[in-house]
Each structure stands twice: as C-alpha cells, then as structure tokens.
C-alpha cells in the first residue's frame, strides 16, 4: 500500500456504524493574511488603533475541549506562526475548526474569522493550503495557511462510537 487511504477501506469503517477509526493527527497551522479586527474598526474610539494580536486555535469539532493553539504574535496583520501539533486521538470522519483571535488584554479576547475543513479535504493525500475565514466581517477576505498531514492508517484504532453522537465523514462546509 502506498499509505494512502483508498475509498474502499473508508467505505469499510464507515460501514461499521458503531466503530470509530481512531489515528493520530499532525496539524500545522503556519499563517495568516489579511486579517482585520472588524470589532475594534466598528466602534469610533477604537477606529484608529486597530491593532491585532493575533493566534489561532485548532479543534476537532465534536471535540472542543482538545486543541492545538499558536502563540499570539504583537501587532501583526500578516502572522506567521509556524507552529505544528498532534492530536493523539482523531476520529476519522471529523471536521477541524480553525478560529482566529485577536488576544486582548483589557477584556475577552475578540473573533476574527473561523472556518471548518471537513475530513474530505485532507483524508487521502492531506492538506496544504489557504482557507478562507468566515465571520469576518463585511467585505473583509481574510485567509489562514494550515496543513494537515494525510492520515497514516498504519497505527489505526477502532474504537465503538459511544461517546461521539453525531459524526458524518463528509460535513457540508457552512
């Protein structure tokens, strides 16, 4: 086998309703472009200094307490974080949620776009590219680079579906 995953094995785990193809998962998120903190712009005291601090989280969607996070970079439209991290236990068939943050010390820190990249996109030769975010306010096209590493169905798991309710392996984006 070349490693991959071939549509016939997939159709095989997801013919078995009750198991869940567990494997580790690498994720990288490397950077971003574009990004406008689209709340600060809105209110007239803080137009003029709409600085950002920017990170970014990733998730597993039905999953949110686990996460892979950068660190928040001072001042920077166009980061560049670099950063990669594992988790140890995905679910083959789950969507990974990407939010930007603008990290703010004098409150809650504020939304600058999330996008989902549904397993489909990355399950059999993996991801590398930009994804546009979303929720970022009118007219404003801001995008993050992440890259996933293709699903190694080596070191493969299952494990029975108990705890995950809902899973589709091929989520409509939003």
Same mark, same amino acid.
């Given at each position: 086998?070349?490693?991959?995953?071939?549509?016939?094995?997939?159709?095989?785990?997801?013919?078995?309703?009750?198991?869940?193809?567990?494997?580790?998962?690498?994720?990288?998120?490397?950077?971003?472009?574009?990004?406008?903190?689209?709340?600060?712009?809105?209110?007239?005291?803080?137009?003029?200094?709409?600085?950002?601090?920017?990170?970014?989280?990733?998730?597993?969607?039905?999953?949110?307490?686990?996460?892979?996070?950068?660190?928040?970079? =001072? /001042?920077?439209?166009?980061?560049?974080?670099?950063?990669? +991290?594992?988790?140890?236990?995905?679910? %083959?068939?789950?969507?990974? !949620?990407?939010?930007?943050?603008?990290?703010?010390?004098?409150?809650?820190?504020?939304?600058?776009?999330?996008?989902?990249?549904?397993?489909?996109?990355?399950?059999?030769?993996?991801? =590398? /590219?930009?994804?546009?975010?979303?929720?970022?306010?009118? +007219?404003?096209?801001?995008?993050?680079? %992440?890259?996933?590493?293709? !699903?190694?169905?080596?070191?493969?798991?299952?494990?029975?579906?108990?705890?995950?309710?809902?899973?589709?392996?091929?989520?409509?984006?939003?």
């Amino acid at each position: 086998g070349s490693g991959k995953v071939s549509v016939e094995e997939l159709a095989v785990f997801l013919a078995e309703p009750n198991q869940l193809i567990i494997v580790p998962l690498r994720v990288s998120i490397v950077g971003a472009r574009g990004l406008v903190n689209s709340t600060a712009a809105k209110n007239e005291y803080t137009a003029g200094r709409t600085r950002i601090d920017p990170y970014c989280i990733c998730e597993i969607q039905s999953r949110p307490g686990e996460k892979v996070a950068t660190k928040a970079l =001072n /001042s920077q439209k166009d980061p560049q974080w670099k950063h990669s +991290g594992e988790f140890a236990e995905y679910a %083959v068939g789950e969507s990974l !949620l990407f939010s930007v943050w603008h990290r703010n010390l004098m409150s809650q820190d504020i939304l600058i776009g999330r996008v989902k990249l549904p397993c489909a996109m990355f399950l059999e030769n993996g991801f =590398n /590219s930009e994804l546009q975010l979303w929720e970022t306010g009118k +007219g404003i096209k801001s995008y993050v680079k %992440v890259k996933v590493d293709k !699903l190694d169905m080596k070191g493969a798991a299952t494990r029975n579906k108990g705890k995950i309710s809902s899973l589709s392996a091929f989520e409509s984006i939003p």
